[in-house]
């Protein structure tokens, strides 16, 4: 069981919008930055967004990230094949003192 | 170019002991948060440990503390992460990864490629 709650998958049409939702508490994502994960099978995972909704360079402005109190939220925009991936939200877990993962999303671009 | 270079794959028996490696390149090492990343077949990822080299600082998540130790080299920019006794359990790929300078890190901004670790009778 996951600190960081995800929907186990999503999926949508290529060019759609898809929004992938992480819930946390208090002392996660309620006090802390929260920075989201892509990965592709086989493959190590890569920063998507940090800070909540900055994206390091090279990261297409499709991907955004948002926070409001203990949830934050992934939008895709303009889906593509290549989208395919497992997602994951990630942040600070102060009262655990540890980092802390959602259970990943798989998203299917149908 | 920041890279995180990792050992290779092993193979190992219950109750065996193990040591794994990630060579920080391409940055100041000491002053980066190192941590580790757990991925059983099939499933999510999971935090392991982290380490601040230039401290040492150590944070373990409270489902692996007493069961690895994390350590760093930082005369050779290096992290570790070991066994003294592994279970089949343990079986999974392991990934390095480089945070940020801050207290509470949640930003992890370059992973290694992964290490696969079998434990096997």
């Known amino acids: 069981q996951s600190v960081l709650t995800q929907p186990p998958s999503v999926s949508a049409a290529p060019g759609q919008k898809v929004t992938i939702s992480c819930s946390g508490s208090s002392s996660n994502i309620g006090r802390n930055y929260v920075s989201w994960y892509q990965q592709v099978p086989g493959t190590a995972p890569k920063v998507l967004i940090y800070?909540?909704?900055k994206r390091p360079s090279g990261i297409p402005d499709r991907f955004s990230g948002s926070k409001s109190g203990t949830s934050a939220t992934l939008g895709i925009t303009g889906l593509q094949t290549g989208d395919e991936a497992d997602y994951y939200c990630g942040t600070w877990d102060s009262s655990l003192s540890a980092g802390v993962f959602g259970g990943g999303t798989k998203l299917t671009v149908l | 170019e920041v890279q995180l270079v990792q050992s290779g794959a092993e193979v190992k028996k219950p109750g065996e002991s193990l040591k794994i490696s990630c060579k920080g390149i391409g940055y100041s090492f000491t002053n980066n948060w190192i941590g580790w990343v757990r991925q059983r077949p099939g499933k999510g990822l999971e935090w392991v440990a982290i380490?601040?080299?230039?401290?040492?600082?150590?944070r373990y998540s409270p489902s692996f503390q007493g069961h690895v130790t994390i350590s760093a080299d930082k005369s050779i920019s290096t992290a570790y992460l070991q066994w003294n006794s592994l279970k089949a359990s343990d079986t999974a790929i392991y990934y390095c990864?480089?945070?940020?300078?801050?207290?509470?890190?949640?930003?992890?901004?370059?992973w290694g490629q992964g290490t696969l670790v079998t434990v096997s009778s």
């Open positions: 990864a480089r945070g940020g300078v801050v207290v509470e890190p949640t930003t992890w901004d370059h």
């Open positions: 380490i601040r080299p230039g401290d040492p600082e150590t």
């Open positions: 800070d909540n909704n």
